[in-house]
């Protein structure tokens, strides 16, 4: 049966993004205010499914430590659901991704008129800078900036590995770094077509102490991680080799 539901889920998946895909040509064309509002729509019916389809239940906890206005959430990234998750728990999200995902048919066009940061990661110090340039225009229209520190997808449990991205950021715009846990990857692993029943949660931290350089934040966020694995029963990441979090 699980492996029914999530066919049905994958088939609701793709038929949803082709057919809000193609609608969006008009919003793309005359319509730009309204690109986050429709992305959020598109996300919710993805989540809605995931949760009448597939018994996929969400939780999200520790919502009183978000800043009313802009941040950084430095987000365990375990599953593609971690995409989709927080397109409708802020008001305002923004994602730092690949850029190969703006060349994406129907769904690129949409993330680059909604305001997604793409970092070409094979660009070095320009790709740092439009970097940091985007955050800057992010914070000013009072974004709340998602980061997946790791660089990519993680199973449950993996030793931390962060990239430095998140410490850049951080000194640049002096926005508040707000660690998130997650267990996404126990119900919708990294490349998992199946999706097993159950809840997944979402654990938002307190703020990290702020004006901590590049060799304290990294280890700062991966402490925040464990302990909030540990206190709330989550997978709980192995500690990464002083090498990682090395400035």
């Given at each position: 049966?699980t492996v029914?539901?999530?066919?049905?889920?994958?088939?609701?998946?793709?038929?949803?993004?082709?057919?809000?895909?193609?609608?969006?040509?008009?919003?793309?064309?005359?319509?730009?205010?309204?690109?986050?509002?429709?992305?959020?729509?598109?996300?919710?019916?993805?989540?809605?499914?995931?949760?009448?389809?597939?018994?996929?239940?969400?939780?999200?906890?520790?919502?009183e430590h978000?800043?009313?206005?802009?941040?950084?959430?430095?987000?365990?990234?375990?599953?593609?659901?971690?995409?989709?998750?927080?397109?409708?728990?802020?008001?305002?999200?923004?994602?730092?991704?690949?850029?190969?995902?703006?060349?994406?048919?129907?769904?690129?066009?949409?993330?680059?008129?909604?305001?997604?940061?793409?970092?070409?990661?094979?660009?070095?110090?320009?790709?740092?800078?439009?970097?940091?340039?985007?955050?800057?225009?992010?914070?000013?229209?009072?974004?709340?900036?998602?980061?997946?520190?790791?660089?990519?997808?993680?199973?449950?449990?993996?030793?931390?590995?962060?990239?430095?991205?998140?410490?850049?950021?951080?000194?640049?715009?002096?926005?508040?770094?707000?660690?998130?846990?997650t267990d996404?990857?126990?119900?919708?692993?990294?490349?998992?077509?199946?999706?097993?029943?159950?809840?997944?949660?979402?654990?938002?931290?307190?703020?990290?102490?702020?004006?901590?350089?590049?060799?304290?934040?990294?280890?700062?966020?991966?402490?925040?991680?464990?302990?909030?694995?540990?206190?709330?029963?989550?997978?709980?990441?192995?500690?990464?080799?002083?090498?990682?979090?090395?400035?």
């Amino acid at each position: 049966m699980t492996v029914l539901r999530a066919f049905v889920f994958n088939l609701y998946f793709v038929v949803l993004t082709l057919v809000m895909g193609i609608a969006a040509f008009a919003i793309r064309l005359c319509g730009k205010k309204y690109a986050l509002a429709y992305a959020k729509l598109w996300t919710g019916l993805t989540l809605r499914g995931l949760e009448r389809i597939c018994r996929i239940d969400i939780q999200v906890s520790g919502l009183e430590h978000l800043p009313p206005g802009p941040c950084l959430l430095a987000c365990q990234h375990q599953s593609m659901f971690d995409t989709f998750a927080w397109m409708n728990i802020v008001p305002l999200p923004t994602y730092v991704m690949k850029r190969e995902l703006e060349r994406i048919p129907l769904v690129g066009p949409m993330l680059r008129l909604t305001g997604m940061i793409g970092v070409d990661r094979n660009a070095g110090a320009k790709a740092l800078r439009a970097l940091l340039a985007e955050a800057d225009r992010a914070a000013k229209e009072g974004r709340q900036i998602i980061i997946f520190p790791e660089g990519t997808r993680t199973p449950p449990g993996a030793a931390i590995k962060l990239q430095p991205g998140i410490a850049a950021l951080s000194a640049h715009t002096g926005l508040p770094v707000i660690p998130v846990a997650t267990d996404a990857g126990l119900h919708w692993g990294p490349k998992a077509l199946v999706k097993t029943p159950g809840t997944i949660h979402i654990v938002v931290g307190r703020p990290l102490p702020a004006g901590l350089k590049r060799a304290q934040l990294l280890p700062a966020i991966g402490s925040a991680w464990q302990d909030l694995c540990t206190q709330n029963g989550l997978p709980v990441p192995s500690a990464a080799s002083p090498a990682t979090t090395s400035a």
